[in-house]
């Protein structure tokens, strides 16, 4: 499984950006999270293989949405709003354990390298 990830770059507060995770195959969950340097990756939004079910943290809830084309082979972030705390590598991953799971980054057995994005007036 390969896991690539593209769509970040630098903008500016209140701005809207896409992320897009290749390679996560259509019968698994996937999940985005983010890492800012010094703290630890924090869950962002997962989504279920049918795309039925989202999940959100809280941060992200209102101004994120997660989507997935599956005939695309491809899972979509779309951020709205973006803030300076919100700079940070975003990593998308491949999970086959229950939706209990899914905020926890053990739970997942794939990653991508992530792709940066940064929030900057």
């Known amino acids: 499984v390969r896991l690539v990830e593209s769509g970040g770059g630098l903008v500016r507060p209140g701005d809207s950006l896409r992320l897009s995770c290749v390679g996560g195959g259509s019968r698994y969950a996937m999940g985005w999270f983010r890492q800012a340097p010094g703290e630890e990756r924090k869950f962002v939004a997962a989504?279920?293989?049918?795309?039925?079910?989202?999940y959100y943290g809280d941060f992200a809830k209102g101004r994120f949405t997660i989507s997935r084309d599956n005939a695309k082979d491809t899972v979509y972030l779309q951020m709205d709003s973006l803030r300076p705390e919100d700079t940070a590598l975003y990593l998308c991953?491949?999970?086959?354990?229950?939706?209990?799971?899914?905020?926890?980054?053990?739970?997942?057995?794939?990653w991508g390298q992530g792709t940066q994005v940064s929030i900057s007036s």
């Open positions: 989504i279920s293989y049918s795309g039925y079910s989202t």
């Open positions: 991953a491949q999970t086959t354990q229950p939706a209990d799971n899914w905020r926890c980054p053990g739970a997942y057995d794939y």
